[in-house]
């Protein structure tokens, strides 16, 4: 089982206390690592997989910006009163377009508060190839990657910065490098953000130590 270090998953574990009930939202196909995983916590660990549903397999181009949000808010199928701990949203961004991801955050924000972290795994920048893959969690520091079946969805390459500004109260907090091409972020919940400013996810990569390799490389969002 191929599997992927994460360096910004444990942070997300951090801010939680482990000792009560958490929620997780996993917006891919199930996996067996993860469902094993959350299996040691006291956790409602729900699957989506809003990856096969037909309006984002199929985009129906005349579907008004509040249609949009009722095909998320059904997909979800979240309780009126949950609130979200983890928000696992894989590479789902690259594979939506900027009003299916304005409609996603829409309807996922009566059940986000101040705990709340999203994990995204992205392209460096909007030139990289995506790899067609579907992820899970082994443990805090490990990730499963396996390869997706089926036709690869259209990508739509965009830059952190304009990520940043679709995700309204979510913002990226941090960056790391991943192989192939890709990035990991984490995501916070900050309604009061100020995102006008255009620098505030320029992001900058440090050079090499003599310990490391280009996978330690960090990215770091300049705010």
Known sequence: MPVLQSNLLPTVFKRLDLETRIV??????????????FNHFKCRLSFVDIYSEQFITCPDSDLSQDELVAQMTKSLSLDVNVKIDICLFWDLFNY????????????LEPHINHSTSGYVIGTRDSRN???FC????????NLTENNASGTQGTIYPRSQ???????DYFEIDSGRLLSEGRAEYLLFENRDSDKSDKSIISVSYTHLRAHETVLDLVCRLLL
């Open 24 to 37: 997780v939202l996993d917006m891919g196909p199930a996996a067996s690592s993860t469902v094993s995983f």
């Open 96 to 107: 939506l377009n900027d009003a299916m991801i304005k409609a996603l955050i829409e309807a």
């Open 129 to 131: 190839q995506l790899p």
């Open 134 to 141: 579907r992820y899970g969690i082994v443990d805090k520091n």
């Open 161 to 167: 910065r304009d990520l940043n500004r679709l995700i």
